[in-house]
């Protein structure tokens, strides 16, 4: 059955937990989140916490539920056909699928970036100064360029785009595509960055180059990353998810998820006897 | 092992061997294919060009003319111009060949000259008018001199008057700028195409003003926000079926709503448009569709997942990545709407009009009305100008498809 508010006072519940549990609450929180596509369920009953200003990294095998997890996080899956969402889904206490909550502006406090790099096909510019033009988030072009240096910066790109910044975004290289689509979703002031699989398009020095971007990006935003890749989920994250065929196996400290699985699957996953 | 290797390597290749033909037979037969498509546009555009090419041309015949002072019988200056230059002529059958030879159509830029200039009255001018039909086409060669008499369509004292005006330098053919100018006519040597023409652009133009918004609208509303389901299904067939129905069909529509029930004018572009708007919506929204499922999703997700709204995600950054098919579906809908004849005769589009259209409520005809009219005409010399506003249709297609390439360039982006 769909989520309803007469089923779920939004808010209500979460707040109190909020005031109790104080400093530590979770940036994002599952509760049962089910998901069907159609009749078929693609995920059952997930509950994870995800903590501020951490990344948290989803693994697991092909097709076991991590990007539809994800996208479950700033309702993109509303826009597939068929697809299905019960239990409930908070950021910062709130139900983001209580009736009454705007899915688009959601997405500017929940932004994504996705595993193909997906400029625009617009100038470089272009592409960061969007986000903030349709939110209205400047009065004149010096702002939007300030923004938009800010942005690019922050991404790590500025420096290898500065003297081409009308250049279109599809001329830059695949890891340089990809920061350009962080660049974009950093310039709508998101809190939280979810990362499909970001670089598996990527070469390993555009990985590496990426991955440091993550690093820095830790300070001052939510992440989560979806990733196939175990190095680099030990390597950035500071918790970690692990699913299997469409149930959350495992969840908890990266370090002690990888070197001491409670979970026979997990187990079996990192270290690379499934996958 | 139940094979050497040797058979096996054999058989390999002589597989290998017969995809090679395959390969080579197709191409053979793809490269025919082409050539003879081409040789048949050759020979069709050849044909229309060679029998078409003389309307472009017209003869005239040079006149004396005394103007009277104070007369309006212009009718008879022409007459006595023509006596002037033949005074051995004195029976009445062979003055009515005489005044024959000129088209009637002299008279009346006789008028309207000694009109626009009355400081004329009284003088001699000396001027160019256009010839009738039949010596057109002698000058021409299109009939010819010596054939058999009663096929000619020209008596042998005509024949031999033309002869003389030729020799005394009173018979030229310059560029038939009347072609172009005026509107139809019953004589072939004043009829034009420019009621036709206008009548068509005005029609396309109505046509596209309502057809292009509407299509692509609804295109993408079918392929971006309907909810699927039994409905837009059901809509879908539908509009599908619509593209195919037969043109005349969409005619009778207009006739019964937008003449009868509305009481538009008849024979008015803004009904013919409105009639090919009916034919080319389907069309624009069946290819404005495949054009936008053609853009790959990740551009709808990239705009979604910086907080675009759906509609802002699509009227951002779908549709103007769609825009160079919709605008392909829309021209080739429109070139169809340009050569289509049949809706326009049911609303009345296939009047004889003289004078220019001047808003699209006045009565005009259209390109390929006018090409079925004429096509129908006895007169040879209709034959010639039947085969030139064909050109003019070709040429008008042509340009269209230019057009539709040129903007396919222009919105065209590379990924
Ligand atoms: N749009 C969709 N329609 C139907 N089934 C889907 C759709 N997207 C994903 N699935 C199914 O849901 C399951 C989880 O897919 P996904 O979340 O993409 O896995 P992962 O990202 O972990 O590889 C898979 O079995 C997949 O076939
Ligand atoms: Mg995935």
Not at chain 1, 25 to 36: H, R, S
Not at chain 2, 25 to 51: C, K, Y
Not at chain 2, 268 to 283: E, F, K, N, Q, Y
Not at chain 2, 347 to 366: E, K, N, Q, R, W
């Given at each position: ?207 590496a180059r990426i991955e440091e971007l993550i690093t820095e990006l830790k300070e001052h935003y939510t992440i ?52 | ?184 006519s019953r004589e072939p040597e004043l009829a034009g195409i420019a009621v036709a023409t206008l009548g068509t652009l005005l029609s396309l133009l109505v046509c596209l003003v ?206």
């Amino acid at each position: 059955m769909p989520v309803s508010a007469m089923e779920i006072p939004p808010q209500m519940p979460t707040n109190i937990l909020v005031l109790d549990a104080g400093h530590g609450a979770p940036k994002i929180a599952t509760e049962n989140l089910t998901v069907f596509y159609g009749d078929k369920p693609a995920l059952h009953d997930i509950n994870l916490d995800i903590e501020p200003n951490r990344v948290t990294a989803l693994i697991g095998p092909s097709g076991c539920g991590k990007s539809t997890f994800i996208r479950c996080l700033n309702r993109m899956n509303d826009v597939v056909q068929g697809c299905r969402i019960e239990g409930k889904v908070t950021l910062d206490g709130d139900n983001i699928y209580a009736i009454g909550q705007d899915a688009v502006h959601l997405r500017t406090r929940v932004g994504m970036v996705f595993q193909k790099p997906n400029p625009f096909p617009k100038s470089i510019y272009d592409n960061v100064a969007y986000g903030p033009t349709i939110h209205g988030m400047y009065e004149n072009s010096d702002q939007r360029d300030a923004i938009v240096l800010r942005s690019l910066d922050r991404a790590g790109l500025l420096d290898e785009v500065k003297d081409r910044l009308r250049a279109p975004g599809t001329s830059l290289s695949g890891g340089q595509q990809q920061r350009l689509c962080i660049a974009r979703a950093i310039a709508v002031e998101p809190e939280v960055i979810l990362m499909d699989e970001p670089c598996s398009a990527l070469d390993p020095i555009a990985t590496a180059r990426i991955e440091e971007l993550i690093t820095e990006l830790k300070e001052h935003y939510t992440i989560v990353i979806v990733t196939h890749s175990m190095q680099q989920a030990a390597r950035l994250s500071n918790k970690t998810a692990y699913f299997h065929l469409g149930r959350l196996v495992e969840k908890g400290d990266t370090e002690t998820v990888f070197s001491d699985p409670q979970d026979e699957r997990t187990r079996d996953y990192v270290t690379g006897r499934i996958g | 092992m139940t094979e050497t290797m040797e058979s096996k390597s054999r058989r390999m290749a002589s597989l290998r061997k017969k995809r090679y033909r395959a390969e080579r037979r197709f191409r053979r037969l793809g490269f025919a294919a082409v050539s003879v498509g081409l040789i048949f546009l050759t020979v069709l555009f050849g044909v229309v060009l060679i029998s078409g090419f003389g309307a472009f041309k017209q003869t005239f015949i040079q006149l004396d003319i005394a103007v009277l002072q104070g007369s309006d019988n212009y009718q008879g200056m022409v007459k006595q111009a023509l006596r002037d230059i033949f005074p051995e002529v004195k029976s009445r059958r062979h003055k009515r060949q005489l005044y024959a030879l000129v088209s009637s159509g002299a008279t009346y830029q006789l008028n309207a000259r000694i009109e626009a200039e009355p400081d004329l009255s009284g003088k001699k001018i000396s001027a160019w008018f256009p010839a009738s039909d039949d010596v057109d086409m002698v000058i021409k060669g299109r009939i010819a001199r010596d054939g058999p008499a009663e096929l000619r369509r020209v008596t042998d004292q005509q024949l031999r008057w033309i002869e003389r005006l030729e020799n005394e330098g009173r018979i030229r053919t310059q560029f038939n700028w009347a072609f172009f100018t005026s509107g139809d006519s019953r004589e072939p040597e004043l009829a034009g195409i420019a009621v036709a023409t206008l009548g068509t652009l005005l029609s396309l133009l109505v046509c596209l003003v309502l057809s292009f918004p509407l299509g692509v609208l609804t295109a993408v509303y079918l392929e971006e926000f309907a909810p699927r389901g039994r409905w837009t299904e059901f809509i879908e067939v539908n509009i599908n079926n619509l593209a195919a129905v037969p043109s005349i069909v969409f005619g009778l529509l207009g006739l019964a709503v937008f003449l009868n029930v509305f009481n538009l004018p008849r024979s008015a572009p803004l009904v013919g448009g409105m009639v090919l708007a009916l034919m080319t919506l389907p069309t624009i929204i069946i290819a404005g569709r495949v054009a936008l499922n053609g853009v790959p999703p990740s551009v709808r997700e990239a705009a979604l997942a910086i907080g675009a709204s759906p509609l802002q995600a699509v009227f951002h950054h779908v549709l103007p990545l769609a825009m160079p098919g919709v605008l392909t579906g829309t021209i080739i809908g429109t070139a169809r709407a340009l050569g289509e004849s049949a809706p326009l005769l049911m609303i009345g589009m296939v009047a004889f009009v003289v004078d220019l259209p001047s808003t699209i409520l006045s009565p005009a005809t259209a390109l390929p009305v006018q090409v079925f009219l004429w096509a129908d005409s006895p007169e040879r010399a209709f034959e010639e100008r039947t085969a030139a506003a064909i050109l003019v249709l070709l040429l008008l297609t042509i340009l269209m498809n230019l057009a539709a390439v040129l903007l396919r360039k222009k919105y065209e982006i590379r990924w």
